[in-house]
């Protein structure tokens, strides 16, 4: 069954149709977790909003994240208390607004007397963490002792100088998704977003400001106008281009690093996310992921291409090194089963001695009159940063309303309260097993759909070809596709294996079920075989790590 072009490229057209007709309060420039919280905020207070993301929804760092909703212990170190506390009243929100994309979670963090991190600074640490989030975590800190720390963590354990472990909580989350549920939310309160559409140039009045922004589709490869009262910048380490763009005198605010990930084999069974303390002062992190372990993240300057951050054999290694350091032969190369990179943002702080002292802070500044931009910061705190550059820039556009984003329920779920999850997902599970007949891996899996799972269960009922596997040892559905081109602006195969799904981050980078996502693809969107052979190509050349 084909989706109709009424519901997919004509409905693109339609908005792109809209946004050229009418004049827009703000046009959002950034389609990543940032741009996306500022739409949703915007739309919610009542204004006009416009956003447009020159590749996918949460193509950069968005996508490239550790997958954790954290405060951050490490920089307390650093004496970052605002940044944490910030950051433990944001992680219990995410928690709350997003129950079916995140889950809080313990991490138990093994302290060593010859690390920074010792017990009794750990110690000192952990209390300060939950002081900052009103000890309303969902767990309080613990301090165990090497006969209960060595019972809980995975061996063989580095014993020289081993002081214990100390656990405290924070969380995990799948970063594409929530990125997209909050897109379509913001989409779902008027605004209009677009992905593959580029800011080609921007039109100045006399006085200064921005009036109007030429826009290339890169899919018809048209160009078309936008006029705006105000910009939005959230384009994340691309911010400094963009910015010469608009004002090539404005001095250069972002100090771009890099982070890899790598998915291994299992490493232990027990369902906590490792902290892993190093040599060099740093903290990393092994976290339970699926059937696999999610290891990560290095901390390097990058300057290269930033559409294609390669995954290098130094950084791979890095990370074998480190988690061997403590846990002595646990991780081999064969074990790695693929692997995915990210940029950090950061804020340009040249009393950073390294890539990790740099601050996680964010900062707001003023291009021109009429255009704001925001970068740094945190996953985490995208609700609160989209917040702070809406109050200021209600001083231009006149206010409207107040932030509405912790009271609206986000797209996908029907509360701001994770204490209804539970009930509620017992009840789509039954649902799920017994009026659709699906197996138990299916029914958890279509769960991080939220409420739209009927959608995915509607189309099966339409066409039952549609409840086939699209791998024999994933969760992963037929019906998933067609909701995905249909409901969520897929449009090419990366868009489903590395954003909408997590297929690239399973065995053999997913590379086992691209014919089957392809060839539904060509059957929802009418492809040739030579588009599917150019689609195929184009993903085995995206991926980051090519072993």
Known sequence: MQIKEKDFLHYRKQTIDEMEAKAFDILVIGGGIIGAGIARDAALRGYSVALIEKNDFGFGTSSGSSKIVHAGLRYLAQKEYRLVREGSLERKKILEMAPHLSRPIQFILPTYSDMKFTKSRIRKGVWMYDLLANFRNFTIHKILNTEKASKLLPSPLREENFQGAAIYGDGLMDDARLTLDVILSAEEHGARVLNYCEASSFEESQDGTVNTVKILDKLERKEFNVKIRAIALACGHWTDQVIQTINPSF?????????????????????????????????????????????????????????????????????????????????????????????????????????????????IFVVKPNVFAITGGKYTTFRSMAKEILDQMTELLGRKGKCQTDKVPLYGWVSTKRKHWENWATIAMENMTIRFQLQKDIVKHLLRYGKNYLQICELMDLNPSLRERISENRPYILAEIDH???????????????????????????????????NRLADILGWSSEKKIEEIANYKESLVWKP
């Open 251 to 363: 001095p250069k605010r972002v100090r771009p690093t890099k982070g890899i990930h790598i998915i291994t084999r299992k490493i232990y069974d027990k369902d906590y996310v490792l902290g892993l303390p190093i040599k060099d002062g740093r903290i990393f992190f092994v976290c339970p992921f699926g059937n696999y372990s999610l290891i990560g993240t290095t901390d390097t300057d990058y300057t290269d291409d930033y559409n294609y951050v390669p995954v290098l054999e130094e950084d791979i290694q890095y990370l074998i090194d480190a988690t061997n350091f403590l846990f002595p032969g646990i991780l081999k190369k064969e074990d790695i089963i693929s692997a995915y990179s990210g940029i950090r943002p950061l804020i340009v702080s040249p009393n950073a001695k390294s890539e990790s002292d740099v601050s996680r802070k964010h900062e």
């Open 484 to 518: 995905q081109v249909k409901h969520e602006k897929a449009i090419s195969l990366d868009d489903i294996m590395f954003r909408r799904t997590q297929l690239q981050l399973s065995d053999n980078q997913g590379l086992d079920c691209v014919d089957s996502v392809v």
